[in-house]
Nanobody, 121 residues
């Protein structure tokens, strides 16, 4: 039906940078908001950044001014630029997207499988 595939995670040293990408594919009619959440063991999944279909963005206080979320509408892709990473940003990062499929009458949220980001020396 619909798939969200994240990429770009991995191991990086403190102060290093990563860019995460998430591509949506399948029976897509319309994609509304896309974004990124993250989760560490023992804690709830938390919003990192979101971006609407018209480009409005929002960020959690912990990443505001550091991370940048962007979209490529032609490729149904959302990106998250993460420069100068400290160890505290270590988490599994998930990509949600609010998608109306070809057969559906309303959009619903789909999730990617997650990508691990580890910031460590």
């Amino acid at each position: 039906q619909v798939q969200l595939v994240e990429s770009g995670g991995g191991l990086v040293q403190p102060g290093g940078s990563l860019m995460l990408s998430c591509a949506a594919s399948g029976s897509i009619h319309t994609i509304n908001a896309m974004g990124w959440y993250r989760q560490v063991p023992g804690k709830q999944r938390e919003l990192v950044a979101g971006i609407t279909s018209v480009g409005s963005t929002n960020y959690s206080d912990s990443v505001k001014g550091r991370f940048t979320v962007s979209r490529d509408h032609a490729k149904n892709t959302v990106h998250l630029q993460m420069p100068s990473l400290p160890p505290e940003d270590t988490a599994v990062y998930y990509c949600p997207a609010d998608i109306k499929t070809q057969r559906a009458t309303r959009p619903r949220r789909f999730w990617g499988q997650g990508t691990q980001v580890t910031v460590s020396s």
